[in-house]
């Protein structure tokens, strides 16, 4: 079975085109992952930022029972 238009040409032009999509396709996987990776980043960031925030809160408030039960008549 011959290919359309029969000469080598088309085939080497073929040939290079499916040898070229593989990559610009993994260029734009790779950005994708690297923006997906950025977003993880900065979600993990907030998430700590969230704990430290509730350690924090915890910390005083158990600083203000201790206070408080080691001073009872304040």
Known sequence: ???P???SLHLAL???FLITLPT???ED???SLYAHTENEL???ILINQLA???LLRQVKEQKEVSTTCSHPGK
């Open 1 to 3: 079975m011959a290919l």
């Open 5 to 7: 238009g029969g000469t």
């Open 14 to 16: 073929f040939l290079s």
């Open 24 to 26: 610009a396709h993994l």
């Open 29 to 31: 996987v790779d950005h």
């Open 42 to 44: 900065r979600r993990n």
């Open 52 to 54: 430290i925030q509730e």
